[in-house]
């Protein structure tokens, strides 16, 4: 099959209402366990880089019900890869899912985490969806149809000088102090020519402000390709650039 431009092959649509049912499912249960005082926590790289049960839970119930119905599609998830299983893109339709982004946030039942998941055709991002349940933002996109928020569509800021500019960015989850000191730095360098710097503690969360122009750009050194493949098409089909720090792809 070749594949140029849109899969013909594929049922986009049935993969799209498929994944959207799975994503619903996934925040009732990240909804319900937000709130608890007594999460089974564990520890990963370091004592701020934690995994939760319902993370586990949440990446377990997306990949069984997607494998369930599309047999052939890979998958790449945040604790699957974290137990040792391959991270590789192939052109095999492969889903790349971050189960709770923000996962600190939810230890603390803090109101924002979210379900990030894509759906990558040819190693190009087909389908991008991220959730937050704790404040009913749904934000999905499909490549070339646009980027929505419940349904209504979005789109960048369009701002172009950064003295007007939100600028999202992260303090990440390393302890490494040379990390720490490159963030603090930049923070004292972005301060005084911005409007204002937030983080909201999830990439994709950053991401999908920015695809609704809430904020005009993000940043973060240092994260991985699930916490932004669903935030690479969503902003993307709202208008908005995806680069690496020297400007190339
Ligand atoms: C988080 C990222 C965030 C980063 C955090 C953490 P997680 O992902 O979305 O951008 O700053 O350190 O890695 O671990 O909550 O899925």
Redesign the pocket.
């Known amino acids: 099959m070749s594949c140029q431009g849109v899969c013909e092959d594929y049922n986009i649509d049935l993969f799209y209402d498929t994944v959207l049912n799975l994503v619903k499912s996934a925040g009732e249960l990240i909804q319900e366990k937000i709130s608890s005082r007594n999460k089974f926590i564990e520890m990963k790289s370091n004592e701020i880089?934690l995994v939760t049960e319902t993370d586990q839970q949440v990446e377990k119930l997306l990949i069984d019900g997607l494998s369930e119905e599309f047999p052939q599609h890979k998958f790449i998830g945040?604790e699957s890869v974290s137990s040792g299983s391959q991270c590789c893109l192939t052109n095999v339709p492969t889903w790349i899912i971050?189960p709770?982004?923000?996962?600190?946030n939810f230890v603390h039942s803090f109101p924002h985490s979210c379900v990030s998941i894509a759906l990558f055709i040819n190693q190009k991002p087909e389908i991008g969806i991220i959730y937050n349940p704790m404040l009913n933002q749904l934000f999905t996109a499909r490549r070339g149809k646009g980027a929505f928020l419940n349904g209504e569509p979005i789109s960048v800021s369009g701002k172009t000088t950064l003295s007007d500019a939100l600028i999202m960015m992260?303090?990440?989850?390393s302890r490494d102090p040379e990390k720490g000191t490159v963030v603090l730095e930049n923070q004292k360098l972005l301060m005084p020519q911005v409007h204002g710097l937030r983080a909201l503690?999830?990439?994709?969360l950053?991401m999908a402000m920015v695809a609704c122009g809430a904020a005009d750009a993000y940043f973060?050194f240092g994260?991985h390709i699930w916490?932004i493949a669903a935030g690479e098409l969503i902003v993307k089909e709202a208008g908005g650039i995806i680069m690496d720090p020297s400007g190339e792809k």
Not at 100 to 104: F, H, K, R
Not at 201 to 204: L, P, Q
């Open positions: 880089d945040e971050d709770i982004d923000g996962t600190m992260e303090f990440g989850t503690g999830s990439a994709a950053d973060e994260i916490d």
